[in-house]
């Protein structure tokens, strides 16, 4: 149970101090302005920067640990321990900052369904913060407003910083959420990002009891209510692709599957736009504009014009606005059971094909798997593209076990018969550095192709090392591009590179192996590992 002595305490300390309750765009736009965090673009947008925290920090996040997460959460690298006395020391402090530090605060929602939505509260040291988290969740009518009562709560306090010799933390970033308590405390850093993950990681632990998984990835659907899923991790297409001119856009990042069908948790869009080009991504360039927070964007200090195609501060450059700010998006965040989920991957190794249909065990294997390569500025210290296996394709914000996860998953896509492509957005003809990035073009008119329905009978060739079923012809694609190897100019290299993923995406699965997985998933894997099942 909640402690209303912790939450009244800290209503009590807002209503006593210098907080701003909800204030609109334009006066928090305003206050950011006047306090000299953020500057204004020739577009009216927002430009802020985020320091030397231009990412999340992983390592710096901890999950507290009491009687309600003890033998719930899946603890480990993702989920690292803190001891509830340690939190609450840290959240007295956050409590003395509030009481003599200006400070503002939002009241919104996480998840558009009003049947399970979750009320949150994001209390901000800064004004662009707090726009921030106005953008991306969902923002409350008046009537909603006047009686709100918070269910989770994030308090973002940049300035204020946990002692690691005191603390026991890594650093002097501290992201730390009590599920008891229902709070987020996030320290030590600028990045945005991590509110919007936060509450996330808060959904996907209270979500499943209700029978509802958590989703990270972005949605969309026609108007006679085929709806399509993208899965994936930052930087391999789930914003760009979702953005969909010829389809209405539910959300672009997080969402949940309940027995009604899927709903968006967000009432906004977190798109990178590192080299955003207008030709390309058309959708998201016209969503820069009043009311649109940039993130580390270089900006001309006399023209205002956003550079999008340097990387001067970081490669994770980021705009976040309103989901209605996509012309055509759907704006109730609501929509059917899937047709098509697409597994979206940004491999780095160049060995993957560009398109691939999956079989149930396939779909599941590739889901446990999460596997892509990290990419430039996502995360703290990342500078170049890095293999990663990330559970479900959102590994960092999985409170519970993968298999919870995984489980929901299959069980929904046999009951509602979705069909589940891979498609990897990443690099083609070699690997990072030897080839070239798959061509935006190329991806949209595949998975059209797929969301068609254009590829259900089509003619397919079996990868031998992986075991994927590749469409050997589709409308407007290159035929050798379909297939991997034909690509590289050294056939025995792109050999050896797919021998080494394997093994890669081998010895990655044998944690869930050990921990009594369904041995029928393993027939989704590679041939070597399918071999010695």
């Known amino acids: 149970m909640i402690d209303s002595l912790i939450t009244d305490r800290l209503t009590s300390t807002l209503n006593a101090s210098l907080s701003y309750f909800n204030l609109s765009v334009a006066e928090l736009t305003e206050h950011a302005i006047r306090r000299n965090e953020a500057i204004v673009t020739k577009d009216g947008a927002l430009r802020a920067t985020t320091g030397k925290f231009t990412g999340r920090s992983p390592k710096d996040k901890y999950v507290v640990v009491d009687e309600t997460t003890e033998k719930i959460v899946h603890w480990g690298a993702v989920n690292q321990r803190l001891s509830e006395s340690t939190f609450l020391r840290l959240y007295n402090q956050a409590l003395s900052f509030l009481a003599t530090n200006p400070s503002y605060v939002f009241d919104g929602f996480a998840g558009a369904d009003p049947a399970v939505r979750m009320p949150i509260r994001v209390v901000t040291e800064y004004a662009w913060h707090n726009l921030f988290a106005k953008q991306l969740f969902i923002r409350p009518s008046a ?29 002097e970033t501290c992201v730390a959420i009590s599920f008891k308590h229902r709070i987020v405390l996030i320290l030590g850093t600028e990045y945005a990002g991590e509110m919007k993950k936060s509450i996330f990681t808060a959904l996907n632990f209270t979500l499943p009891a209700q029978n509802i998984l958590p989703m990270h990835c972005s949605a969309n659907t026609t108007e006679d209510g085929r709806v399509a899923l993208f899965f994936g991790l930052s930087g391999t297409g789930k914003t760009t692709l979702s953005a969909d001119p010829e389809r209405l856009l539910i959300g672009d990042d997080e969402h949940g599957w309940s027995a009604s069908g899927v709903f968006n948790f967000e009432g906004g869009c977190y798109a990178k736009c590192i080299n955003l080009n207008p030709q390309l991504e058309p959708q998201i360039f016209s969503a820069i504009r009043f009311g649109t927070v940039l993130e580390n964007v270089v900006v001309d200090p006399q023209t205002r014009e956003p550079d999008y195609d340097s990387s001067e501060l970081t490669e994770n450059t980021r705009a976040a606005y309103p989901v209605e700010y996509i012309p055509g998006a759907h704006l109730e965040g609501v929509g059917n059971h899937p047709r098509t989920i697409v597994f979206l991957t940004a491999d780095a190794s160049g060995v993957l094909p560009p398109i691939a249909k999956l079989t149930k065990e396939q779909a599941m294997y590739h889901f446990l798997s999460g596997y892509t390569s990290k990419l430039a500025g996502t995360e703290r210290g990342v500078t170049q593209p890095e293999p990663t296996f990330s559970a479900c394709f959102g590994g960092p914000f999985l409170p519970l076990h993968p298999k919870t996860y995984a489980t929901m998953l299959g069980e929904r896509i046999v009951q509602h018969q979705t069909s589940v492509f891979l498609v990897n957005t990443g690099w083609s003809g070699g690997p990072y550095g030897v080839g070239s990035r798959m061509k935006l073009a190329y991806t949209r008119a595949m998975v059209n192709a797929a969301l068609r329905g254009e590829l259900d009978h089509a003619e397919f060739a079996t990868d031998p090392v992986f075991g994927l079923a590749i469409p050997t012809e589709i409308d407007g694609i290159p035929s050798e591009l379909l297939q991997p190897r034909q690509t590289w100019s050294d056939p025995v290299a792109y050999d050896a590179a797919a021998r080494e993923l394997a093994a890669q995406f081998e010895a990655n699965f044998k944690k869930f192996t050990e921990q009594g997985i369904d041995p029928s998933i393993l027939l989704g894997g590679p041939v070597a590992t399918r071999n010695r099942a």
């Open 143 to 171: 009537d909603e407003a006047s009686t709100h009562t918070p269910g989770f709560t994030v308090i973002d306090i940049p300035t204020l910083k946990a002692d690691p010799t005191r603390d026991g933390t890594n650093s």
